[in-house]
């Protein structure tokens, strides 16, 4: 059952075992929407699996001092994304990938690639991102593996919907461009 952000700050503002209901309701709710968002910035399980338990610990420490002012899913993804940005940034982590097999058969139908691998084309995607500038590659990852709206997203990013429209045109321009280069490279081997 989903339960409403009204609902879920007033259990949280309740009682002890009530805050303890209202934090296992957003553990339960978001935590499957927010893994993925991790996982996109880190490339690794282990390490979205140490990221979402960071946020959910700040989000249990919080709690109790959310006003309500914007959704609750757009505070998590404020704080999920800060917490995988920093722990890249103190690990000086260098990206690894795991991604699902619908997105790579997407992108495997897309440019063509059928017969190559789906860890060979998963590889190129995200080398391909990792070329991107980081506001680019975010709006690319929250809509094409997300699927948000760009209304959606500028509510989690504050940027406008132009303004994020603009940098997914560009990222999909460079990611093609990148994607047919490779495609190109192999045709030739």
């Known amino acids: 059952m989903k339960h409403s952000d009204d609902d879920i700050l007033t259990l949280a503002k309740q009682s002890a075992s009530s805050y ?78 795991d991604l699902g097999e619908t997105s790579i058969e997407v992108i495997a139908q897309d440019f063509g690639f059928n017969n190559i691998s789906t860890e060979v084309i998963e590889w190129h995607l995200m080398a391909a991102i990792e070329t991107l500038p980081q506001k680019q590659a975010e709006v690319f990852e929250l809509k094409f593996f997300q699927d948000l709206k760009f209304s959606e997203i500028s509510k989690l990013t504050g940027v406008s919907e132009g303004g994020l429209k603009a940098n997914y045109h560009h990222a999909v321009k460079k990611i093609e461009e990148y994607l047919r280069l490779c495609d190109t490279y192999s045709s030739n081997l």
């Open 20 to 97: 303890n209901e209202a934090f296992t309701i957003i553990v339960t709710q978001f935590g499957p929407r927010l893994f993925p968002q991790i996982q996109r910035l880190t490339k690794n399980r282990q390490w979205t699996e140490d990221c979402l338990q960071n946020v959910f610990i700040k989000v249990f420490q919080s709690l109790k001092d959310f006003r309500g002012d914007s959704s609750i899913y757009s505070w998590l993804y404020r704080i999920a994304n800060n917490e995988a940005l920093n722990y890249i940034k103190k690990e000086k982590i260098r990206f690894t990938s």
